[in-house]
């Protein structure tokens, strides 16, 4: 078992590690970012439809594509340019910024999320900016996080998306699986 360090003496609790809101690295050890992708495989828990299964597997083709400001093609895609070409795949016309994808999409509870819904984020150094993912299942959903890096998976109870989810929501009609 690894030999756990704490700090000597404390000023308060937001010091020990695992209690600050900022992210902890060890000297010469990788950002998360830096490290490879882990292949994710979906287990349902209740059945998908076809139509979110269509945009689950368009969004997990997309892993590994690079970021592309304007991007909605595998030639890279930008958040909201994802979303787009998953929902392109199912006849669905979506708005093409995240803004008004999520001004115009149907809200969910984040209790009530289900693999394929979107999941949108504020975006702090951008006044008013939205960041939009699709949410796969198992508390994981796919978005094309930023210049020079690629769509990746990321999970809703990283602290940062925590911190700053906004809503989930779609342009699904009601009975779509």
């Given at each position: 078992?690894?030999?756990v ?24 050890s ?10 994710v495989?979906?287990?349902?828990t ?31 895609f930008?958040?909201s340019?994802l ?11 979506v708005?093409?910024?995240a803004?008004a994808?999520f001004k115009?999409s ?10 394929a819904d979107?999941?949108f984020?504020?975006?702090?150094r ?9 949410y796969?299942g198992k508390?994981?959903f796919?978005?094309?996080p930023?210049?020079?890096?690629k769509?990746?998976?990321a999970?809703?109870?990283n ?5 700053h ?13």
């Open positions: 078992m690894p030999e360090k704490t700090p000597d003496s404390p000023r308060n609790q937001s010091e020990l590690p695992g209690q600050s809101n900022k992210p902890v690295y060890k000297k010469n990788p950002r998360p970012d830096s490290q490879p992708e882990p292949k495989k979906i287990a349902r209740a059945p998908v439809g076809k139509t979110r299964q269509t945009i689950i597997q368009t969004a997990m083709t997309a892993v590994g594509k690079p970021y592309r400001w304007g991007g909605l093609s595998p030639k890279g930008d958040c340019g979303v787009v070409y998953a929902y392109k795949k199912i006849g669905i016309h708005p093409r910024t803004k994808q115009k149907t809200s969910i509870t984040r209790r009530n999320i289900k693999p979107l999941v984020f504020s975006v702090p951008r006044r008013g900016g939205v960041h939009v993912g699709i796969i508390g994981l796919v978005h094309a930023g210049r020079g890096r769509v990746k998976h999970s809703l109870n602290i940062y998306f925590k911190q989810f906004i809503k989930a929501g779609n342009f699904l009609k009601k009975d779509a699986g």
